[in-house]
């Protein structure tokens, strides 16, 4: 089988891009779909329409409703065609993205993904993460092309909450761990195929990145400003781990997340924050030495990513909820399989009740 490396037709980062989005979507559609929620548009909607002036593209604006599910990608589908859009543009965080691309895929236009926040790695990805309506993770759509342009405005992204950045480094955390095994198992990647250097490049770069400015900006948007680590984040939350997953593989961290996502008591936390566990199980899973899964936990709880169920909102833990985790992590179609040994129900169930003890511990010891 082939090595494939995939990407974006065009990564934008930048002061002020945003008010820039007029004339770069002109140079792929006439009349634009922007997908926006309400509070999305109450702070930038105002930029956003005057970009567009003067421009040969056109626009309108639609709601998100709150899920990337069978249901919302229709609906919107049914906006496309009503309103004659041959253009899709999403505008704000990661499930927004996977509408918008879903969309796009199906009606055959090119998609502009233009992120308010750094909290995931969606944006790059020839990726849809589909869930039912009520929230529980339903099937990735594997998408034929990457959007044509993704944009990050980091005055935007400055000024949003904290936690979200740091969700976006908890979701990055995994990008090397997975890319690992799955180059130990030679397994096939979201791409179609085995993985290349390169890609292998970008995950170690990701996580590279990760430890030396991670907590730099952390404490710099904290203090209300952007600077060349938090702009060095922004890039490796999005570009190096968007490439880096897609083109190196997903592995066991996310689908613990996806298994996670049938306790109800979970479903306020941030994608990042539930994949920052699921690495610690990984690495468990992984058993590998002390020293790297004490550096992960310790990362994360400086950042303030969860270590624990408790922390995950999970407060009253039964084994007949793990197990039911353990088991949706371990279905047939997701990616826990690219490990490069068997996992078992069980298996995931001892390395989740694991990851929480170690998570408690270093908790005291901190």
Avoid: W
Avoid at 46 to 64: L, R
Wanted: net charge negative; proline share 3%; aromatic share 8%.
């Amino acid at each position: 089988m082939a090595k494939v490396l995939i990407s974006p037709g065009k990564y934008v980062q930048g002061a002020g891009e945003m008010k820039k989005l007029g004339v770069y979507a002109e140079g792929y559609g006439t009349k634009a779909l922007i997908l926006i929620s309400e509070g999305g548009y109450r702070r930038i909607g105002k930029d956003i329409e005057n970009s567009f002036a003067g421009t040969g593209c056109t626009f309108i604006f639609d709601y998100f409703h709150g899920e990337c599910s069978k249901h919302e990608i229709e609906r919107l589908r049914g906006v496309m065609k009503k309103n004659t859009c041959n253009l899709v543009i999403g505008i704000g965080g990661g499930k927004i993205f996977d509408t918008a691309k879903a969309v796009a895929h199906y009606e055959k236009t090119a998609v502009l993904i233009c992120p308010t926040i750094a909290s995931t790695d969606a944006p790059c990805s020839a990726l849809s993460v589909i869930y039912t309506d009520e929230g529980v993770f339903e099937e990735y759509l594997f998408l034929p092309a990457n959007p044509n342009l993704v944009l990050m405005d980091t005055d935007i992204i400055a000024k949003s909450p904290v936690r979200l950045t740091v969700a976006g480094m908890g979701d990055a955390l995994a990008t090397y761990f997975e890319a690992r095994a799955c180059e130990q198992s030679d397994a096939v990647s979201c791409a179609g195929g085995k993985v290349t250097g390169a890609a292998m490049a970008l995950a170690k770069l990701c996580f590279e990145t990760l430890m030396e400015e991670g907590v730099k900006a952390k404490l710099a948007l904290e203090a209300g400003v952007c600077t060349p680590a938090v702009e060095k984040i922004i890039e490796a939350n999005t570009l190096l781990s968007g490439i880096g997953f897609e083109s190196a593989g997903l592995a066991g961290a996310h689908a613990i997340h996806n298994g996670l996502t049938v306790l109800e008591e979970c479903h306020h936390m941030y994608h990042g924050e539930k994949v920052a566990f699921g690495t610690i199980a990984q690495l468990v899973l992984e058993n590998v030495e002390a020293a790297e899964l004490q550096e992960i936990i310790e990362f994360c709880i400086e950042l303030g990513l969860p270590v624990t169920l408790e922390e995950l909102g999970a407060a009253e833990i039964t084994k007949e909820k793990i197990m039911a985790v353990a088991k949706a992590a371990c279905a047939e179609n997701d990616t826990l399989h690219n490990m490069p040994f068997e996992v078992t129900p069980d298996k995931v169930y001892a390395a989740i009740i694991a990851a929480d003890a170690y998570g408690h511990y270093f908790l005291n010891e901190s």
